[in-house]
């Protein structure tokens, strides 16, 4: 059962592509939630997570100055706090003034703020890429020893690791805020008719404002494990997520954090598992065209289905 | 007398790119001026226009398909229908959802067009991009354009290398920014003659109302395709005009977003979107302050690194570059904030019949 085949097919391809799959649904939680209450597609949401992990390297550095080693998931503490910062002082400067405009306004305000936000690392950390941790991650030895005792091998390194519990851990949590808390509950109303949640009493800035620190702590995690995934900070990475993420929450249903998971999940298995020889032995999709993968999923549910797998908005 | 020479080329320069960024203002005014469609992925219907244009005039190539060596105006034609062929593809799925989903696919169609053209090493040459493109009046000067018709019948090969020998070697440059600058007139005039015309008097009913629009018995999702279409040709047209100035263009940092949606996008909000004027206004303005600004950071980082020769010189231009391209995006927040209908406000169009007290709330009219 479980032959060299299968070994490849999950270790190389299911497992890369869940973790993937992880990275976009984080993302894509952000951007469903501010397009669910905001209702605008926010193109700066890559760009923030990707000023967040820098953010997260520079804790590090700075500890690493003072003799610390921090862990990525611990630095990212305070530099969530800065991303959560910046967030609010985007809505506040750029896109509150055009709240009561036609929403196309935000949508530039938005790409404009991409480019700032984009140029101004490009400014402080420079051009060049820098490597997140050095190193080859090893595989973790008492996960391979445990499953190669059952028969069924699974290598995997400890950031993987991390990622699934940490990716579970804020799901979870946000279940918990969304279904259990008043403020949760409050940003599901606004989702759903923003006229009926203000009348009914429902304090509208404070729910945005619940929106982007929850879109801040989902887009900073999304950030810093993708460069604990890939172990290098591009200033184009916020970018080149952009797209998967958008494909991840249309594929969900907009306004649905669930969906966008859900989404994300299929979207990074799509593109991991499209590289697979499923027919002969060549790769049935050359790796080049792996984000071209999500672009085909959106442009797919934008015909067949826009409001999304989830009945999410539809508009 | 060289010195002027300089400075007189430099102006021209100016204009050239100038001009080829008034085209792509011109075609986004169609788009998002007239139609108010959000397009942000001009710099892949531009890499559709330049690619076409690339891969039929030049000569033939090893390192990608063709170089079919087709002439110039025929290169330029069909960039300009490759373009509006994506632009018809993208439009038929997107067009009649909301103006986000337009906004996301088309961010997502320039990267796959971006995408495709990185990895079709054997049709494009990937990222090591495509060379020697003819480019208008100095391919006059090639031996493979004077040997063969017709400037074969005027004269032999020898006479015409004596000749172009005998020109200063920037002939090309007055002649080059002339035509582009023709160019844009011609568009600029059609684009003022389908503004006021019944069709741009439509689009603007569209834009400000659909559903009366719709009422009234417009074919709303048709219109918008079609100026989403025609935007898009004019771009690819720009497109091929911009693989012409460089000659030499590549993937990555030839179609950057950054420098060619964004730029014109802030080009045409600064002059006004809707104002066709505007839009060539607002584009050799950004385009100046753009290209002085560099002359003006290159000075201030000689003075600076004058003082701190600790300071790597070289380092300090890239980061300048990036820091330029912040108070541009910081400019264009202003202008949205602030002035949000530009230099030159978009003038509506009322019927030529129309008496100027019946054009009511709609202002001024022309």
Known sequence: MWDAYLFEFVNFYLIPGLVLGCIYALGAIGITLTFGILRFANFAHGEIMMSGAYLTWTVMAIAGYAGLTLHPLVAMVPATFLVILLFLGTDRYFYKPFRKEDTIKVVMASFGMMLIIRSLVQVIWGPNQIAFVRGIAKPNEALRDFTGNIGAMIIMPNKHLFIFAGTLIIVVALGYLLNRTRIGKAMRAVSDSPDLAHVTGINVDNVIRATWIVGGICAMAAGVFLVMDTQMLETTMGFRMLLPMFAAAILGGIGKPYGAVAGGLIIGLAEELSAYPWIGGAPLLSPGYKTGVAFAIMVVMLIVRPQGLFKGRSF | ?366
């Open chain 2, 1 to 366: 007398m060289e010195a002027y020479v300089g400075y007189f080329l430099y102006l021209l320069s100016l204009l050239t790119v100038g001009g080829i960024y008034a085209i792509f203002a011109l075609g986004l005014n169609v788009q998002w001026g007239f139609a108010g469609l959000f397009n942000v992925g001009i710099v892949g219907f531009a890499a559709v226009g330049a690619y076409t244009y690339a891969l039929l005039t030049t000569a033939s190539s090893t390192f990608h398909i063709g170089g079919f060596g087709l002439p110039l105006p025929i290169g330029m034609f069909v960039g300009m229908v490759m373009s509006a062929i994506v632009a018809g593809f993208i439009g038929l799925i997107c067009i009649r959802l909301r103006a986000d989903y337009l906004a996301i696919a088309t961010i997502g169609i320039a990267e796959i067009i971006k995408l495709i053209l990185k990895n079709e090493t054997d049709i494009t040459n990937g990222p090591r991009g495509v060379n020697k493109i003819p480019r208008m009046w100095e391919h006059f000067s090639e031996e493979r354009f004077y040997s063969s018709w017709p400037m074969s019948w005027f004269g032999t090969p020898e006479n015409w290398e004596a000749f172009f020998d005998s020109l200063p070697n920037w002939y090309w440059q007055p002649l080059f920014a002339g035509t582009i600058l023709l160019i844009m007139y011609i568009i600029y005039r059609m684009l003022e003659r389908a503004r006021t015309a019944p069709w741009g008097r439509m689009m603007t009913a569209i834009r400000e109302n659909e559903p009366a629009a719709r009422a009234s018995g417009k074919d709303v999702t048709r219109r918008r395709i079609e100026a989403f279409v025609i935007g898009a040709a004019i771009m690819g047209l720009a497109g091929a005009l911009f693989a012409q100035h460089l000659r030499l263009i590549e993937p990555t940092n030839t179609f950057d977003p950054a420098k060619v949606t964004f730029l014109t996008w802030v080009m045409l909000i600064l002059g006004g979107s809707g104002n066709n004027r505007g839009a060539i206004l607002g584009a050799f303005l950004i385009w100046t302050i753009w290209s002085a600004s560099e002359l003006v950071i290159t000075g201030a980082i000689d003075l600076i690194s004058n003082f701190f020769s600790t300071l790597d010189p070289s380092i300090l231009q890239t980061r300048a570059g990036f820091l330029r391209m912040m108070l541009i995006g910081i400019l264009m927040q202003v202008i949205l904030q602030r002035y949000p209908s530009g230099i030159l406000p978009e003038v509506r169009p009322a019927s030529p019949k129309a008496d100027n007290k019946d054009a009511g709330s709609t202002g001024v009219t022309k």
